[in-house]
């Protein structure tokens, strides 16, 4: 984990199914950044989230 990282919820569409996953990174720029970089650019993301505590 890296210094000022957050955890940020993200809902997305892929193949026509809606999916829930969570991922911790500084910025919700770079959660979109890196949930494209998993599953590809044809991704619908539809909202980045930060997490609460």
Request: aromatic residues 4%; positive net charge; hydrophobic residues 35%.
């Amino acid at each position: 984990m890296r210094c000022g990282a957050k955890c940020f919820i993200v809902n997305l569409e892929l193949r026509d199914r809606k999916k829930t996953t969570s991922v911790i990174v500084r910025s919700p720029a770079e959660a979109r950044k890196s949930i494209r970089k998993k599953y590809g650019s044809d991704v619908e993301i539809l909202s980045v989230i930060e997490k609460r505590q």
